[in-house]
């Protein structure tokens, strides 16, 4: 076959095709090659330009001798001439079909090159953006993480301090330490008489800023073993408590301690002794009852 | 086919055996009537009737022999069968030549029945979905050598191959016949769905 195939259908369908032409057509669709969409598509094709004048004449009377033989193709024929009558007759403006029949198809097809250079420069700029929002938010974070460890660090420092301080003059002796004679010597100090439960306990001010308080209590008898000191809320909530032995009292048979002034809030306060008997319990000996104001 | 007996004794000239022959037959027969069709013949399925009882006729006389493909048989007896209805189509000079041949297109129409034919044509692409019916209109609009520029130029604008073009339109074409036809008889349109 020498022709394009369309040529050929063509001539085959207008029974202008030679005999090479008519074997090798008739082989195809014997041999289902041609199905009847070519046929049809063939068919139109022919009646469209014949309709038109794009038609030789030969063509021309292949078409009317032999191609109108059946009357399928001539409802055909009648069917496009309407059609293109119908369409002339409209007027021009608004038939673009392009984006009402590639809308979807057309955004992918719309995607170039270009449009994917965009895309992906946006998407770099973004990612830009972002990371840089990132780093700022992460370096801000860092900032307060040290901030927060120096803060931690000042506070265990000076908690440190103030234990060491505390241990000293917490010190089962009642002793003052040296070297802590300044601080102690400023603390507020609460002499607690021998005489037990007044009617109108004692007042005894605690300045606000005061640290810790300094309670010196002299004992009327002297104590054999151990002896142990508890505070008291006005409740009888159990404050401080601690046990001594007898050998760390001062001559004079006086007991100093000293109490963070932050558990002295202002109120009642019972300070108790408590005596070792000779089975190695304590009992109440003493109990001394006053009253803290704060400043 | 003259008998069950003859009919069975065909079929395994065609296949391996009687299933093979019969799937055979039948894509041969479709195939023939397909080429009758090409070949303009309104009565396409009758002469493909006809080329396999001649095929099977011939081939199970006996001391019949043929080594090549049966297809190549069939297209042989299929061509004589069409040449003889041929024939008898124009048969005589002088009888009466028949509408077939002596129908001519007639572009600008006033005629009634044309006018019907428009109304329905009218209503069926109305039925259409626009962007559709602007390409129908499209397809249609431009005449000889416009034609050809002016599909290509639609092709490209759908971001399609010509022969793409074509298939769309062949079958848009389908509908609308089928839709006009139905208008005109029945005065019902049914070409609405989505194509």
């Not at chain 1, 030679?18 to 969409?37: H, P």
């Not at chain 1, 078409?63 to 009357?71: A, K, N, P, Y």
């Not at chain 2, 009758?46 to 049966?70: C, N």
């Not at chain 2, 130029?153 to 848009?172: D, F």
């Amino acid at each position: 076959m020498n022709s394009s195939p369309d040529k050929t259908y063509r001539r085959f369908l207008l029974g202008l095709a030679s005999e090479e032409e008519q074997c090798s057509v008739e082989a195809a669709v014997l041999a289902g090659e041609l199905d009847t969409l070519t046929l049809q598509i063939a068919e139109d094709e022919l009646i469209d330009d014949y309709l038109l004048g794009s038609i030789t004449r030969e063509e021309r009377c292949g078409f009317e001798e032999q191609f109108l033989i059946t009357e399928e193709r001539r409802q055909k024929l009648r069917f496009a001439s309407a059609l293109i009558e119908y369409s002339r007759k409209k007027p021009v403006e608004d038939l673009s079909v392009k984006r009402e029949l590639t809308s979807r198809a057309g955004t992918w097809v719309l995607l170039s090159w270009k449009s994917t250079a965009y895309i992906a420069v946006a998407a770099s700029v973004l990612l830009a953006v972002l990371a840089g929002l990132e780093l700022t938010k992460l370096r801000q974070q860092t900032e307060v993480a040290q901030e927060t460890r120096n803060e931690l660090t000042r506070l265990q420092a000076g908690l440190a301090a103030d234990n060491r301080r505390a241990a000293q003059v917490i010190e089962p002796s009642t002793g003052i330490p040296s070297g802590t004679e300044d601080s102690v010597d400023r603390m507020p100090v609460i002499e607690v008489a021998t005489a037990t439960r007044d009617v109108v306990p004692p007042r005894f001010s605690v300045p606000a800023t005061a640290r810790f308080a300094r309670i010196d209590w002299n004992l009327s008898e002297p104590l054999a073993e151990s002896y142990r000191e508890v505070l008291l809320s006005g409740s009888g909530k159990k404050l401080w408590a601690q046990e001594f032995p007898a050998a760390t009292l001062s001559p004079a048979n006086r007991s100093s301690i000293v109490l963070p002034a932050s558990i002295l809030v202002p109120g009642i306060y019972h300070l108790r002794l408590d005596r070792e008997t000779t089975g190695g319990q304590f009992e109440e000996s003493a109990d001394y009852v006053f009253r803290v104001v704060r400043e | 086919m003259e008998s069950r007996e003859v009919m069975q004794a065909f079929l395994l000239w065609l296949g391996q055996d009687q299933s093979s022959g019969a799937r055979k037959y039948e894509e041969i027969r479709r195939n023939l009537i397909l080429l009758f069709r090409w070949r303009g013949c309104y009565i396409a399925e009758e002469l493909a009737d006809e080329t396999i009882d001649r095929t099977a006729r011939a081939v199970l006389k006996p001391g019949f022999e043929y080594q090549g493909d049966r297809v190549l048989y069939f297209r042989a007896v299929a061509r004589n069968v069409f040449l003889e209805w041929l024939r008898k189509e124009r048969r005589l000079p002088t009888d009466p030549i028949s509408e077939a041949h002596i129908e001519l297109p007639v572009l600008p129409a006033n005629s009634e029945p044309d006018d019907s034919r428009q109304a329905c044509l009218e209503r069926c692409l109305n039925a259409l979905p626009l962007a559709k019916r602007k390409l129908v209109m499209r397809y249609y609009r431009s005449e000889k050598r416009e034609k050809i520029d002016g599909r290509q130029l639609l092709a490209e604008e759908l971001g399609i191959g010509l022969n793409a073009l074509r298939i769309q339109m062949c079958r848009l074409r389908t509908q609308l016949r089928k839709c006009v036809a139905n208008c005109e008889v029945k005065g019902e349109i049914l070409c609405s769905e989505e194509t």
